[in-house]
């Protein structure tokens, strides 16, 4: 058997009455794996509960062979962490066994102390799927020297590493077996609502920046660019963070831009918004260890829904095949001038957003197959190799 253990959930599941904090990321990562093994997968699920209150263990099935297992919850007197920790600790004893494989999304303090502390005594496979390192991004001096602890004994502990991130590499124990994987998935069968959009050809081009409204993602430099435009467009600016009021109240001080501030949007409108665009950005500073070591996760939202890119060059990007890296132009300085250079030169470009969508669904079922091949072959689990 394979137990994902993760922070994902299903929003508006079984676990809704919780207010679940909800990692988009996580959940469609944390699927794009376990939909890749093609062999019975218990997601193994913090559920972590926003509401006050004590929540019993629930199951919800993703489909015939994955389902999640979600942890009770006693979000009471602030100890919900420590009784998570518990959970996870009681869950590997009831049970995990020798052949059976855990596989740790990134290290989390809720579950890699566990999986380290239980695995002398049942000698069961770890997989760390890593997908960036916590304490880079922690500015709390005790939480970051948590995160670097876990993530030290998640490491210590695991016979094999998913990595999103080459540089990770550098953080991983010498003769630890790697793969470099930045697949992922936003809409799997969903996306073939979106055939009459994908097909669509639109005159005046839409741009959109989704995500972090701050300085990790890099907004500011995306809104100085903005006067540098030089072809009639329409801008779109999603998201949450510090800075959103910044983005709302932004003034491009060009003709050529029509500025629109969508805010955060729900799953649909999101979804909308990204179907009908046709060129998104993904300004990521250079210089932030996070770039180094982060997940390409918006650059392969984008291409999913068809939409070419303008990217930093950050790091993450040498895990796409050359087929989608058509699609992708990049600058090589936190420059918004160099940024509104790559971006006039795509709006100058003809493509067709099917032609994305195919070259990256072709791509997403090669890294499937990459992530089943590598995370089957545990020569003392037998039965994951047949």
Known sequence: MIYYFNCACIADGKIAHRGPIFFEPALHRVLFIAQALKKKVCLVSMGNASKKGVWRSTIERVDKKIYFYYLRNFNILGLKYFFLSLDFLFFIIRKVRKDDVIILYNALPFYAFSVFLLKKIFHYSVVLDLEELHSCHISNKVKKNIFLLTESIALSCSDKALIANKNLKDHLKRDMPSLVSCGYSTLGESKNNFEEEFNAYRKVKTVVYAGR??????????????????????????????????????NPQNKCVEYVFEGFLSRKNFENMMATADLCVNPIPLESTFSQLSFPSKITQYLEFGNCVVSSSFQGLEGFDPALLQFINTYDRDDPALLAREINAMLGTVFRKKDVVSYFNQWAIKEQEKIKTFVSHFARNPALSQ
């Open 213 to 250: 409204l701050g300085d990790l993602g890099g907004i500011k430099i995306f809104l100085d660019s903005l006067k540098y435009i030089q072809k009639p467009c329409i801008v779109k600016v999603s998201g949450a963070g510090p800075l959103v009021e910044y983005a709302k109240n932004w």
